[in-house]
């Protein structure tokens, strides 16, 4: 499968803990974006990288939250001291111009 | 920001029949308007786009329509099937992130 991979599937974890997704994009796409989604909602932005520099942040974004995309491919998005507010879809998309794909998600819950 | 909403938020209609759904946008730097299409459990997926210096756009059963002046562009699905059941999302880019409205969940009916 060549599209934007996104590991685990899903995640339950118990409040308090932290937890780490990681996102693959498309070989060789610079842009890669976080979203989140709840159900019956469209996907929120959370964050977007362009290569390895992360260049918008949401107010969503609180400081519990941190992502990383360090040599510019791969990126990965924790979630520090989880919160039941946190259950969700999170979403990775990635792109190389302006086409946006997306991958399966992964899905929070927090117990 | 950018502010994208979304109408209807449900829509059912025949087999056979055409379905359309409108999206606002605010800021007019927006230039590139995508819809995506999810079904339960799946990724959204990438089904048609327009950009700001185009008015229509068709891609067989599917056209897309922009009114850079109004601020609003449309979705329109002719000849209906079941498979085109889903929830369908439209989205605004100024040239960095993407808004998306808040979904049409479609059901059509055979």
């Known amino acids: 499968d060549t599209g934007v991979s996104q590991n685990p599937r899903h995640k339950i974890t118990k409040r308090g803990q932290n937890v780490t997704f990681r996102c693959d994009p498309i070989?060789?796409?610079?842009?890669l974006y976080w979203y989140r989604q709840t159900l019956g909602q469209g996907p929120e932005f959370l964050t977007y990288?362009?290569?390895?520099?992360?260049?918008?942040k949401s107010r969503l974004l609180s400081d519990r939250f941190s992502a990383e995309r360090p040599k510019g491919s791969f990126s990965t998005l924790e979630i520090q001291r989880t919160e039941q507010g946190d259950s969700a879809m999170y979403l990775c998309?990635?792109?190389?111009?302006?086409?946006?794909?997306f991958g399966q998600g992964t899905r929070l819950t927090v117990v | 920001g950018e502010n994208v909403e979304q109408h209807p938020s449900t829509l059912s209609v025949q087999e056979g029949d055409s379905a359309v759904i409108k999206c606002t946008y605010s800021?007019?730097?927006?230039?590139?308007f995508p819809w995506y299409k999810q079904e339960l459990g799946k990724r959204p997926q990438l089904i048609i786009d327009?950009?700001?210096?185009?008015g229509e756009k068709k891609d067989q059963r599917i056209a897309v329509t922009l009114n850079k002046t109004a601020k609003h562009f449309s979705l329109h699905i002719t000849e209906t099937q079941p498979e085109d059941s889903a929830v369908y999302f439209c989205?605004?880019?100024?040239?960095?992130?993407?808004?998306f409205g808040t979904g049409t969940s479609l059901t059509v009916i055979p």
């Open positions: 998309a990635s792109s190389l111009l302006i086409e946006a794909f």
């Open positions: 327009i950009r700001s210096n185009v």
């Open positions: 800021d007019s730097a927006s230039n590139y």
């Open positions: 989205a605004a880019n100024t040239g960095n992130q993407f808004y």
């Open positions: 070989s060789e796409h610079n842009r």
């Open positions: 990288f362009q290569n390895e520099a992360q260049l918008e």
